[in-house]
């Protein structure tokens, strides 16, 4: 039984989202992964059959991990507006700690010819009726907010935020808390 070199395997992964965020995931090429990993092509070929596979799996485990963190924020808190300040913070450290994971998830999210695993479809869905039924329940949203509304506003309006900040294409001259506050509140509002 060979052992998996568990250091390789995340250069790997780490190459991969670097270089779908420059090229796109059609412009990165296995061969390229694999150079910018410093490892071989027949090696990540070993642990994955085509980049569609090392993708997916990239994906999921990222999307699966920032869900798992909103399942729990929403068991421990009792307000959507508490919950949604745990989402950004998760935001921003996955941002400081990896610049290019957001970006990298964002992309292949809305690229039409990228499969989407339905596992992260349905979490989505999951994610969003409780979202909505404990802001609802509080009286922090209206009624006539629904699921598509959460999914657009709180899960798309930081992340496309966070990637503006990240790339430069506003004065940022606001302390992490304030643009916090000022993200919760947009949120919020859009909701009401």
């Known amino acids: 039984m060979r052992v998996i070199d568990t250091d390789k395997i995340e250069r790997i992964k780490k190459e991969a989202k670097i270089l779908i965020v420059n090229k796109g995931y059609h412009g990165a090429s296995i061969a390229e ?19 569609s596979e090392l993708v997916k799996d990239i994906l999921e485990k990222q999307l699966e991990q920032f869900h798992d963190h909103i399942f729990a924020l929403l068991d421990e808190k009792q307000t959507l507006k508490s919950v949604l300040d745990g989402i950004i913070s998760f935001l921003f450290n996955l ?41 609802i329940k509080n009286g922090e949203i209206s009624q006539t907010t629904r699921e598509i509304d959460i999914q657009l506003t709180i899960l798309n309006i930081p992340v496309k935020f966070i990637e503006y900040n990240s790339k430069g294409y506003y004065e940022n001259y606001l302390t992490e808390k304030k643009e916090k506050e000022l993200l919760i509140n947009l949120c919020m509002n859009a909701l009401k």
């Open 33 to 51: 992964i694999a150079k910018k990993a410093n490892v071989s092509d027949g090696y990540l070929y070993r642990h994955y059959k085509n980049k």
């Open 95 to 135: 941002s400081q700690e990896e610049p290019y994971a957001i970006t990298f998830a964002h992309m292949l999210v809305y690229d039409h010819e990228f499969v989407y695993p339905q596992s992260r479809h349905d979490a989505i869905n999951k994610l969003s009726k409780d979202l909505l039924n404990l802001g």
